[in-house]
């Protein structure tokens, strides 16, 4: 994976190397904990998420709520689009959440992160990407 390309960078480097795909992590802290409980919200954050990065869903978003140890409880989700896959984990005890977005088709992983922030209502948030080769 391709380091330190700044985000004003991003798309022309994307672009320009021919990169297989683009992978970002996004974490999000103090969320409502309302919507980090709830599968509608979250399958409502994936349609909308998917349209705003302009991504083809394939198939449906998968939501599942487990996990005994209270540490990391809570639903995971995986949605296939057609550049690849977007997934997440939400937990329970700190109303945090953990977003990942792998696709060979570029997006913007600002907008991203800040679309999710937005959406969940996270009182922070940190994020990160790389190109992948």
Same mark, same amino acid.
């Given at each position: 994976?391709e380091e330190n390309i700044p985000l004003e960078e991003l798309e022309r480097y994307f672009?320009?190397?021919? +990169?297989?795909? *683009?992978?970002?992590?996004?974490?999000?802290?103090?969320?409502? +904990?309302?919507?980090? /409980?709830?599968? !509608?919200?979250? &399958?409502?954050?994936?349609?909308? =998420?998917?349209? *705003?990065? $302009?991504? &083809?869903?394939?198939? @449906?978003?998968?939501?599942?709520?487990?996990?005994?140890?209270? /540490?990391? !409880?809570?639903? !995971?989700?995986?949605?296939?689009?057609?550049?690849? =896959?977007? +997934?997440?984990?939400?937990?329970?005890?700190?109303?945090?959440?953990? =977003?990942?977005?792998? +696709?060979? $088709? #570029? #997006?913007?992983?600002?907008?991203?992160?800040?679309?999710?922030?937005?959406?969940?209502?996270?009182? @922070?948030?940190?994020?990160? #990407?790389?190109? /992948? &080769?």
């Amino acid at each position: 994976m391709e380091e330190n390309i700044p985000l004003e960078e991003l798309e022309r480097y994307f672009d320009q190397n021919q +990169s297989w795909g *683009l992978a970002s992590g996004i974490d999000l802290h103090g969320c409502n +904990s309302d919507y980090v /409980r709830s599968e !509608s919200k979250i &399958k409502e954050f994936v349609v909308a =998420l998917c349209d *705003l990065i $302009k991504m &083809k869903r394939f198939g @449906d978003c998968v939501v599942v709520d487990f996990g005994e140890d209270p /540490r990391v !409880s809570g639903f !995971s989700m995986t949605q296939l689009i057609e550049t690849s =896959l977007i +997934s997440g984990h939400f937990v329970n005890q700190n109303n945090d959440i953990h =977003l990942d977005i792998f +696709s060979c $088709k #570029y #997006y913007d992983p600002k907008i991203a992160a800040e679309f999710a922030a937005n959406f969940f209502q996270a009182t @922070d948030y940190t994020y990160y #990407y790389k190109i /992948r &080769k």
